[in-house]
């Protein structure tokens, strides 16, 4: 199977629900093996997200790609990958009218 035929394949839950299609593939490509796929959620039910599954979270590929996750685990590794806010404190200028 090539790259290309994962590209926009549909990336089903352990329930067979539809979370997204595949966006980008991470391999090695001289093992031939898939390190993760990025999944984006379009606009299904996870509102335009995108997100990295790693290989040992897919079930079977196929027609589509099952993974061995539900809804609320999927939603947990998106929570995951958000960028942690900035932590440095904003600093107010004031202007002084001198």
């Known amino acids: 199977m090539q790259v290309s035929e994962f590209l926009g394949k549909k990336v089903l839950d352990k329930n067979a629900v539809e979370i997204g299609k595949v ?48 809804g609320s685990s999927i939603e947990e590794i998106i929570e995951e990958e958000k960028e942690p806010e900035s932590e440095t404190p904003k600093k107010r200028l004031t202007l002084n009218k001198d």
Do not use: A
Request: glycine residues 6%.
């Open 23 to 70: 966006s980008d593939v991470d391999l090695m490509p001289k093992e031939g093996i898939i390190n993760s796929i990025t999944v984006s959620t379009g606009d299904m039910w996870l509102r335009n997200k995108n997100f990295e599954i790693k290989s040992s979270d897919i079930d079977q590929i196929g027609d589509y790609i099952l993974l061995n996750l539900v």
